[in-house]
């Protein structure tokens, strides 16, 4: 069974458990692209399948960084992967300023409700993980809540999906979620097939100044994690992937 069949078959699982009661804290915060600059939304995870243990989250120190550096911040909220949560999706609402995404593997409405509960303004909408209907019951469903969506594609078949959804925002997975092998320059070529007004944004395998530039021009923001997560300085590597440092 590959990875991402894995990680789906623990979701069905998961999904059982979720509690939905509760209300929602805090004002929906929308995604706001500034021109002129590299735009970054910056992953909050304490590991991954594809880095391991990536480092202990003390998330005030992080989060004081990323609300001076980032447009907006990715809360992993897989526990069993990624060793992420719900709760640290909902303790970071209470501490950033900037609009929050919910990152996780959604083939459930309940999943939805449970991060807008938690404080989400965005949620990721993986395109290769549900059929088309699905995908777009999901959208709908986020939009209604007053969320946005980012609606991940990694291949050709994603993008037939998203060009008939008209998705707001689209995200372009570098990281074959069955290998976990990256290619930054397909996600260069995804990006630049979509032809329909979006925010475009790629996602994972950025790691240096350099992938920046290979792709700036294809994109409006880089949501990047494991790059930032890992250095010992956060906001020197912040500027050195703006080319600030």
């Known amino acids: 069974m590959s990875l991402l069949n894995k990680i789906i078959e623990s979701k069905k699982e998961e999904i059982k458990k979720l509690d939905l009661s509760g ?21 909050i995870k304490p590991r991954s399948p594809s880095a391991g243990f990536i480092r202990n989250i003390e998330l005030d120190e992080i989060i004081k960084v990323y609300n001076e550096e980032a447009i907006a911040i990715s809360i992993l ?32 409405e309940k999943q939805i409700l449970k991060a807008y509960l938690s404080g989400a303004d965005l949620i990721l909408l993986i395109a290769r993980i549900v059929d088309f209907e699905n995908l777009r019951e999901f ?37 074959n979620l069955d290998t976990l092998e990256i290619s930054i320059e397909k996600t260069k070529f995804l990006l630049n097939r979509i032809d329909f007004p979006c925010i475009k944004i790629a996602e994972s395998g950025i790691k240096t100044r350099n992938d920046i530039e ?9 949501l990047i994690g494991e790059t ?7 906001k020197e590597k912040f500027k050195e992937l703006k080319g600030e440092g």
């Open 214 to 222: 290979l792709l700036k021009n294809d994109c409006d923001a880089f």
């Open 77 to 108: 909220t897989d526990e069993k992967f990624f060793g992420g949560s719900f709760n640290l999706l909902k303790t970071a609402k209470e501490k950033s300023l900037l609009p929050l995404l919910c990152k996780d593997f959604i083939i459930d």
């Open 23 to 43: 209300n929602r804290e805090g004002e929906i915060r929308k995604l706001k692209i500034q021109r002129e600059r590299v735009n970054i939304i910056a992953e």
């Open 228 to 234: 930032l997560l890992k250095s010992k300085n956060i």
């Open 139 to 175: 959208y709908d469903t986020t939009l209604s809540l007053g969320m946005d969506a980012i609606v991940e594609i990694f291949d050709e078949e994603d993008l037939k999906k998203v060009e008939k959804l008209k998705s707001s925002i689209v995200g372009v997975n570098s990281r």
